[in-house]
């Protein structure tokens, strides 16, 4: 089977090549380079660099004797999207440049996943709007157009519900009105600009399924952390894009950097805010059961991709028990929160449709941290304090 993943350089994209490629898919990867080039924009540094995807697909190849196709580009080019569909495409780094024909598969990962970035300023948001509606919007045609069966895996988040007074469903909600029942998307309030793009993308990828019976597994995500996954094989070379700045990092990625360079942890207002989190490797196996057991054609099938819930506060202390079983004097910081959101909340989503269809979750324990931790420390002279905390406002 011939899986193509969209966004194949960032966090999630390359440990997904790296994992099908194990499993004997063939594997193309496309990316313009945008996380890596939105970083170097604003200046906010990564824990350790990390190799082109062409270098990276070569060191894979030369491990494995497996072949990554690599390809270069926009996605928000119609022809080029086009081009991964039709043949036309020209790679950037290949052992074979035939074309690997029609995908079966689809791994949508193209988009700006960052909430802080899309609200920097007008620039950022309108680069949010127009990058993830437009490869969305682009891949929805391709698909219309030259391959109506392929299946998509379109990454969405659990950010599009919010944090609604009420249960949240797997997406859709039964509703009963006036005497009269009916089954809609589940409502859907962001609470950022980036989140809002999920949402619009949600509505247009409906639209596209109803009209044109496509095949689409949508996983709302929550916060993932991690940095190993099981093909890296400790070999550094081929780690992912790891982020620990308030812009590009996310919340148990920037606590155990944070711990590790001596700077109190960064709970933003009382910490009460609740998300779902998942491990890396849950991610991965996350989209290779939905790849194995695909939606079917005119269904717009949603999973929430969660394993558990914490609160940011409880997160920062469990940062801090495994912090100090490691002899770290980790503080808590309680900063003016720079986000419009509920520190106090209802939080109550549903998670086990992922689990009916094969995924064995894994929880986040002191092992697993402690785990982070040490792979962190070992990088620890390039951390960057001064892009921990910088305040982009809601
Ligand atoms: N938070 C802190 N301190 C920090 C960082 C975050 O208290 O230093 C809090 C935030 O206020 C928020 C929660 O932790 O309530 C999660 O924040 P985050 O930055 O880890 O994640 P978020 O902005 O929600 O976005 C991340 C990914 C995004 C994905 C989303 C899933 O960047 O691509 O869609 O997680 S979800 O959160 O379920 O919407």
Redesign the pocket.
């Known amino acids: 089977m011939h899986v193509l993943i969209l966004g194949g350089d960032g966090y999630l994209g390359w440990p997904t090549a790296m994992y099908f490629s194990k499993r004997g898919y063939d594997v193309t990867v496309v990316d313009n380079y945008l996380r890596r080039n939105n970083c170097t924009a604003i200046d906010v540094g990564m824990l350790y660099p990390v190799p082109t995807l062409q270098a990276r697909a070569k060191l894979w190849y030369e491990k494995t004797g497996r072949e990554i196709k690599v390809v270069i580009g926009d996605l928000t080019d119609a022809e080029l999207m086009r081009s991964l569909f039709d043949g036309r495409v020209t790679y950037s780094w290949a052992v074979n440049d035939e074309f690997t024909g029609v995908p079966e598969t689809v791994i949508h990962y193209a988009?700006q996943?960052?909430?802080?970035f899309s609200l920097i300023d007008y620039k950022t948001a309108n680069l949010t709007v127009s990058n993830n509606l437009l490869v969305t919007n682009n891949l929805m045609f391709a698909l219309k157009d030259l391959s109506p069966d392929t299946h998509v895996v379109h990454?969405?988040?659990?950010?599009?519900?919010g944090t609604p007074n009420i249960d949240i469903e797997e997406g859709w909600i039964d509703i009963e009105h006036k005497g009269r029942q009916d089954r809609f998307l589940f409502p859907r309030q962001?609470?950022?600009l980036?989140?809002t793009t999920?949402v619009m993308d949600t509505d247009l990828i409906w639209f596209c399924v109803r009209m044109w019976g496509l095949r689409v597994t949508n996983l709302?995500?929550?916060?993932?952390y991690g940095l190993e996954t099981h093909e890296t094989e400790g070999d550094e070379r081929l780690y992912p894009i790891f982020n620990y700045d308030?812009v590009?990092?996310?919340?148990?990625?920037?606590?155990i950097t944070?711990a590790v360079v001596g700077y109190p942890?960064?709970?933003?207002?009382r910490?009460g805010?609740?998300?779902?989190?998942l491990n890396i490797n849950d991610t991965l196996q996350c989209v290779g059961k939905s790849v194995e057991t695909p939606a079917k054609a005119g269904e717009f099938r949603i999973f929430n991709q969660?394993m558990e819930t914490f609160t940011?506060?409880e997160?920062?202390e469990f940062t801090q028990r495994v912090g100090a079983n490691l002899g770290y004097d980790v503080q808590i910081d309680h900063?003016d929160?720079?986000?419009k959101?509920a520190?106090e909340h209802y939080y109550n989503p549903t998670y086990q449709g992922l689990i009916d269809i094969g995924v064995e979750p894994h929880y986040l324990t002191d092992e697993v941290m402690a785990g982070m931790f040490r792979v962190v420390e070992r990088y620890r002279g390039n951390i960057r304090k001064d892009v921990?905390?910088r305040g982009v406002k809601w």
């Open positions: 988009e996943p960052s909430a802080p990454i969405g988040t659990m950010g599009e519900y962001a609470g950022s980036y989140h999920k709302m995500q929550g916060p993932v308030e590009f990092g996310t919340i148990v990625n920037r606590f944070q942890l960064t709970v933003y207002g910490g805010q609740t998300r779902g989190y969660i940011a506060l997160l920062a900063l929160n720079p986000r959101e520190e921990i905390f």
